[in-house]
């Protein structure tokens, strides 16, 4: 079974910065793209970052490009998010998503996962 779970949320002042970290464990294969998701109350998931787990290529929201940086480490079978200049429509609740052991999977911010963390709230103050 597929596990993801997040750490590092919080509350920043704005301008601030957090690193977002997503544990993945029970995989057999390699997920050919992983990500980060946000939400707030009332409004559609919204994909924030993704990363091509095999080339490395990233990919972002124009709202967060510039200031979020995602990542991974693959020895420790963890995904980051580094978030700069924080602002106050960045307070969400943040998951980590994974998508299915398809080929040529189509990889980008909004790509369509399967498996999901349980999320990790940031909130950003004025």
């Known amino acids: 079974q597929v596990q993801l779970v997040e750490s590092g949320g919080g509350s920043v002042q704005a301008g601030g910065s957090l690193r977002l970290s997503c544990a993945a464990s029970?995989?057999?294969?390699?997920?050919?793209?992983m990500g980060w998701f946000r939400q707030i109350p009332g409004k559609e998931r919204e994909g924030v970052a993704a990363?091509?787990?095999?080339?490395?290529?990233?990919y972002y929201a124009d709202s967060v490009k510039g200031r979020f940086i995602i990542s991974q480490d693959n020895a420790k079978n963890t995904l980051y998010l580094q978030m700069h200049s924080l602002k106050p429509e960045d307070t969400a609740m943040y998951y980590c998503?994974?998508?299915?052991?398809?080929?040529?999977?189509?990889?980008?911010?909004?790509?369509?996962?399967?498996?999901w963390g349980q999320g990790t709230q940031v909130t950003v103050s004025s």
């Open positions: 998503a994974a998508a299915p052991p398809l080929r040529n999977f189509y990889c980008y911010a909004q790509f369509r996962a399967t498996y």
């Open positions: 990363i091509s787990t095999g080339g490395g290529s990233t």
């Open positions: 029970g995989y057999t294969y390699s997920s050919p793209c």
